[in-house]
């Protein structure tokens, strides 16, 4: 079942890039690859700067073994060439991780949510609105304790050095900025009724 399927970090990129092309009859091996590359992929998720075309074939058949994609060959210019598509199980894990990494994301820095931000559109827009939702109450409310227990500790120790009030200062900044990114992340959902992409800009 999907609820049960452990998706790891370089199958999560992999996945989510073949599921791009679901409507387009697939990718592969080298299309994948030049996507990652295009995107600086190596650098902004947790598939690591060594993740080489040799790695994405083996992750490509580690994901078709488990009855994620299926391949099938082409021929082009009396050439035969593997592409790979995602199947009904493989889409169903997909959507499951972007689901709850978005939901419990609480602003740490955390790579998959970078990954399942880029892939939210695979959702509902009430899931779009209900993950964000619940993640931007969570890390309000965690900005909120830290508050509460940086006025309690300057209270009681009014000249204490920035190298400890620091250790609350500096993350409640970060979580007011993540704050503030999702509440402009659902109020976009919201204007374009969870349509994110050229034509809902009317590009």
């Known amino acids: 079942m999907a609820d049960d399927y452990n998706l790891k970090p370089r199958s999560f990129v992999i996945l989510g890039l073949i599921n791009e092309k679901m409507h387009e009859g697939g990718c592969h091996a080298y299309d994948i690859n030049k996507r990652i590359e295009d995107r600086g992929m190596r650098n902004w998720t ?9 790695t994405i074939y083996r992750t490509l058949d580690r994901l078709e073994k488990e009855g994620l994609v299926e391949s099938f060959v082409e021929k082009i210019d009396n050439r035969e060439r593997k592409n ?3 199947l009904k199980f493989g ?4 959507r499951k991780k972007v689901y709850n990494v978005l939901n419990n994301y609480i602003g740490r820095n955390d790579k998959d949510f970078y990954v399942a931000f880029s892939m939210f559109p695979i959702l509902l827009p009430v899931e779009q609105i209900e993950v964000f939702t619940h993640s931007l ?4 409310k965690h900005k909120k304790e830290l508050e509460v227990m940086l006025e309690q500790m300057l209270t009681g120790f009014p000249t204490m050095p920035v190298n400890v009030t620091g250790l609350f ?8 900025t993540d704050i503030d990114f999702l509440e402009i992340t659902l109020k976009e959902i919201k204007k374009r009724g969870g349509q994110i992409g050229p034509d809902a800009y009317g590009q």
């Open 46 to 54: 947790n598939i690591g700067v060594d993740f080489s075309l040799s």
């Open 84 to 86: 790979y598509k995602i």
């Open 91 to 94: 889409y169903d894990v997909l």
């Open 137 to 140: 109450e969570q890390i309000k």
């Open 169 to 176: 200062i500096h993350p409640i900044k970060v979580l007011q």
